[in-house]
């Protein structure tokens, strides 16, 4: 090995870092070219000095660099109960509307991201957004932090933002929008956990069976946040018991989500109530372009 190629290595070779071939080319090298040695001994030298480097910290230092880097919580009152946020500068990371203490929230925040979050102060933007989401109103699309989830999983929870406040929609219309149309279980495990409800509205996500389904935190909770919202719960529901799955319109020729603010608008006399989208095409009809049932 030349000393043009031995020079490149020579911390390497201090520090342990080479392969062992390298670092027996290193060695044999050295032993037979005292200016490479001399090389090395200086860089020892200074490696050696570098700790009357160190000096002591500024005060508060710690604090302030944690405060701007690592994930904290805080807790806002609702009509609903006391609900848990965890954030980082980044965003809402996790919304707990279990109505837990501080320490029960840390653990499960320990378990989902492997680090426990630090007590402070909630940005009021996230406040007013989560009281408004409460409330049944559309809040500000705040920042949240999906950083530590699949990449899947960040899409199908994003795509929740295009379903409007008062309109449901099937977790297979999930799978289709983020396409994969048949990973509809892995988007009803996405639901199951996803860290921010409320910001990401996966109450608005229904079975293709019809009715509301269930919801992480109890049904009872899911009709409510849906009622406040305004959809139409009960005729959500009705529409199960009658195997109904679209609705149709006469005199525009378009078929939607029973849901959709384009099948609320249609008259009685030109509803059509389709029980499937092969049935909706077969007799004429075209999928709606805001709700795309097809």
Not at 38 to 64: D, F, H, K, S, T
Not at 175 to 193: D, I, L
Not at 264 to 272: D, H, L, S, T
Request: glycine residues 10%; charged residues 25%; contains cysteine.
């Amino acid at each position: 090995m030349r000393c043009e190629a031995v020079l490149k290595r020579l911390d390497g070779f201090r520090t342990g870092e080479l392969n062992r071939r390298e670092h027996e080319q290193v060695h044999t090298h050295l032993a037979g070219c005292p200016a490479c040695a001399r090389e090395l001994a200086e860089i020892e030298g200074l490696a050696a000095n570098l700790v009357w480097l160190q000096v002591e910290a500024p005060a508060g230092i710690l604090a302030r660099v944690r405060g701007r880097t690592d994930d904290h919580y805080a807790a806002v009152e609702t009509d609903l109960g006391r609900l848990w946020v965890g954030f980082n500068p980044c965003g809402v990371a996790m919304l707990d509307l279990g109505g837990r203490d501080p320490a029960s929230f840390e653990d499960r925040y320990w378990k989902r991201f492997g680090l426990r979050p630090l007590p402070a102060e909630l940005p009021e933007r996230y406040v007013r957004a989560i009281r408004k989401a409460v409330a049944g109103d559309s809040p500000s699309a705040v920042q949240v932090d999906l950083s530590r989830l699949s990449t899947f999983e960040q899409s199908v929870l994003m795509l929740l933002r295009q379903i409007p406040r008062g309109e449901v929609r099937p977790y297979s219309w999930l799978a289709r929008e983020v396409g994969r149309p048949k990973a509809v279980r892995a988007v009803g495990n996405t639901m199951a956990h996803n860290p921010v409800p409320l910001l990401l509205p996966c109450h608005r996500v229904v079975p293709a069976a019809g009715g509301i389904g269930g919801y992480a935190f109890g049904t009872a909770l899911k009709r409510t946040l849906l009622t406040r919202e305004g959809a139409p719960v009960d005729e959500i529901e009705q529409c199960a018991r009658d195997g109904i799955r679209y609705i149709g319109c006469r005199g525009t020729g378009i078929f939607c989500f029973p849901t959709c603010r384009d099948a609320r608008r249609v008259r009685p006399q030109n509803r059509v109530l389709l029980t499937s989208a092969a049935g909706a095409s077969e007799a004429g009809f075209r999928p709606c372009r805001h709700c795309r049932p097809q």
